[in-house]
């Protein structure tokens, strides 16, 4: 008979036990690494987060000073008369713009201030010093609650220099913008489409270009520094006549006044000197027009039509440049000027309540008619869509635009005039309003007697056509 024996797995007992203390061994493992995990992608977040508050608090910074730089930004906020005209490291070569938060001192020019600027030594020579040994070589003012955000950006100071041609002077590796490292003081100016060297300051229609640094500190401590360089821009528009009336068809009628001229040669005037050649006193398209404007100038004035050319009156048929020989180019004129306004005005309008000054031109955009008459005189650039009439002791020094309606009133006497130039044009219909496809009839009549001319200037038309916006030529990150 077959035996049967019980046998008890001795080898066998608690291996359960250690199953189930290795399994909670690697869920402790899983579990510690996933926390480890999410405090490193929390830690992470955390100083993303931070480098981006300082990086957009520095934006913040050198908006504010751009906005500020504006000759119109605003009495007490704008810093326009202040911007320096010096080389940096020269006496009032800088200007400081501080933003403290609570009690602390922000004192970039000071070594020992926790926000020491210790990147101005790398841009401009300061002789083994800390700072520009030059005294004086640094003014400040103060960032303003115009600009404030609740909480107060932490962005600390903002400092503002003329672009030299060589602005990185601490380091090894320097670009010289004429490419010439035996001019490395130049003046760097912007002509409206790139950056050049200049042995003098910077001469209209040429402007400066500045250079914008700005530091950002956080609570965490995190340090952003970011560079703008900018300059104004100027109406890119090439006058084609101290008169220019722009279009087919043209109607007009001259004044009968012999104290009423149009002049195409230079003036000079607006603080500035006569510069340019002379211009045609009239400027029209063809020669449709030109005898069409020629009959409707009285015979006994027409010497009072003087300019480039030697037929009298001077209506000359001009080359009308890109910004005015199509209706596209009007129209993108008009929208620049538009977009730089410092007043817009909705017609009909009967006054100006603020035409600007020589110190304060202004930008003046009237969408609709405007009616002026008594003693009115005006700085910088007018823009009319509408009919534009005017009588009495009225002139303006600068730019006139007369475009849309594309139609000029005038009469009276008075002693006034029209310094710079005038441009009329047709771009809608008169009565309909409705855009056209090609530049219409402009009309300008000036009827009765007394003055109110129009006299070609070349220095009226630079001192006041440039616009009031700062454009960022480039901008960077100063690593460090």
Known sequence: MERKVNRTRQG???IALLVAVFALLMVTSIAIGMMFLT????????NFRDEQTGYYASKAGLEEARDRMRWNAGTG???????PSAKPGAAGGVLYITN???SETVAPWTSTNAYYDDEICKEVSCSGGSVPPTSGWYASTSSISTYAASPVLPYKWIRITRKINQSAAGTSNVMYVNGSSTNPTYYVCWTGSHEVASLTDCALPNKPVFLLTTLAVTTSGTRRMLQYEVAQDQVSLSVPGALTLDGTSDVAAGASSNGYDVNGHDQ??????????SVPAVAVNDTADQTTVKTAIPSN???NYTGSGSSSPDVEVATMPPSLSTLSG?????????????????????????PGTASSPQIIVVNGDLTLSG???GYGILLVTGTYTASGTVGWNGLVLVVGKGIVNGSGGGNNQYNGAMIVAQTVNPITGAALTSLGSPTYNWSGGGGNGVFYSSSCLQSNDYLADYRTITSHELLY
């Open 375 to 377: 003693n009115t005189t």
């Open 39 to 46: 405090d490193t992608e929390t830690a992470v977040n955390s």
């Open 12 to 14: 066998e007992q608690g």
């Open 100 to 102: 403290p938060t609570g």
């Open 77 to 83: 906020v704008t810093i326009n008369s202040s911007l």
């Open 301 to 303: 004035r027409w010497s």
């Open 268 to 277: 000079g005037g607006c603080g500035g000197t006569a510069t340019s050649g």
């Open 330 to 354: 009007v129209q993108s004129l008009v929208s620049t000027v538009t977009a730089n306004a410092t007043q817009t005005l909705t017609g009909p309008v009967t006054s100006l309540s603020s």
